[in-house]
């Protein structure tokens, strides 16, 4: 079956190892005929060390202000009728293309195919629960997607405008969700890639949610917000209203008790409602320090975002 034409894009900061490998696993494909371009748009201004191939171009952007600016500059330099978006930290499964693009033709509105998420030999706890956490709900359609292997149809990609480059992050669920407005995005199980910068530690959980949450209230701003995604937006509002009662509570046992048990409550649900899915192979005591770790960086960062989006409310 002939495939159309696809342009890569991975937009680029550091570790260009990783990228090194995600350039080689798109070189792999099993339909790498029906790859038009590569194109990696990086803020570094030194050369990347990548092999020379006729289908690969570099973009040096050091003054590109997000990652959306950096995809959507990709974009620009190609022209086949679908665009693979990918992180510079993936690694694809030789299938890749094929089994996204057959899907993708599939269905005429069919818009977006994105694969799941599959650990590395060395994953830890840490990268294996997030991989169980990427691929919740495999094989159907999803209101939307991280940006880490998007293969999506360029007529979609330009009807919504591109990336939203007023968010440094969540800007792939701001994109996919406008998405989901013209057509279908599916998640399938049928091919995987490998997310080589996956967190594998919770310290690097808790750092990397901070900066992940910091622009979830920004990105609520001209989209609808899918059902399932409130929990995550007002969570951090539950917790911080909990710690407040905590602090309060001093010489009040029964405050003291309110507070906890609204701390506490969020991881405890969480934990619980994983821990009991058949895909599930970790302990219940890790799963709770795992989400006590999660929603305290989601309640950092949504306080960093609120100040955020106070000072551009105050400044228009």
């Not at 003054?63 to 959306?68: D, K, P």
């Not at 909990?242 to 001093?250: D, E, N, P």
């Amino acid at each position: 079956m002939s495939m159309d034409a696809v342009d890569f894009v991975i937009p680029h900061m550091g570790r260009p190892e990783m990228l090194r490998s995600t350039v080689r696993s798109i070189l792999a494909q099993t339909r790498v005929e029906a790859i038009a371009s590569i194109t990696v748009v990086t803020k570094n201004e030194t050369e990347l060390p990548l092999c020379i191939h006729k289908k690969l171009r570099i973009i040096h952007a050091p003054e590109a202000t997000s990652i959306s600016e950096q995809r959507n500059r990709g974009v620009s330099s190609g022209q086949g009728p679908l665009i693979a978006f990918l992180d510079a930290d993936i690694e694809l499964a030789e299938d890749w293309l094929e089994v996204c693009g057959n899907l993708l033709a599939e269905k005429t509105g069919r818009v977006l195919v994105s694969a799941m998420q599959a650990h590395s030999l060395q994953a830890g706890r840490v990268e294996r629960l997030r991989t169980v956490l990427s691929n919740v709900n495999l094989d159907q359609p999803v209101q939307f997607l991280p940006g880490r292997n998007l293969l999506v149809k360029r007529s979609a990609h330009e009807q919504v405008g591109g990336f939203p480059e007023h968010l440094q992050t969540c800007e792939d669920y701001f994109y996919t969700e406008k998405l989901s407005q013209l057509g279908e995005l599916y998640y399938t199980s049928r091919t995987h890639y490998i997310h080589l910068g996956e967190d594998r530690s919770l310290g690097k959980t808790f750092t990397k949610e901070i900066w992940r949450s910091e622009y979830n209230l920004l990105s609520l701003t001209g989209r609808i917000v899918p059902l399932r995604e409130w929990p995550s937006i007002l969570l951090p509002f539950w917790m911080l209203a909990g710690f407040a009662i905590l602090l309060a509570g001093f010489g009040s046992k029964s405050l003291l008790i309110i507070g906890l048990v609204m701390v506490i409550l969020p991881p405890s649900l969480y934990s619980l409602r994983l821990y009991l899915k058949p895909k599930n192979d970790q302990s219940l005591p890790f799963l709770l320090l795992f989400y006590t770790v999660y929603f305290l960086a989601r309640t950092v960062g949504t306080m960093k975002g609120t100040r955020l989006l106070l000072t551009r409310k105050l400044t228009e």
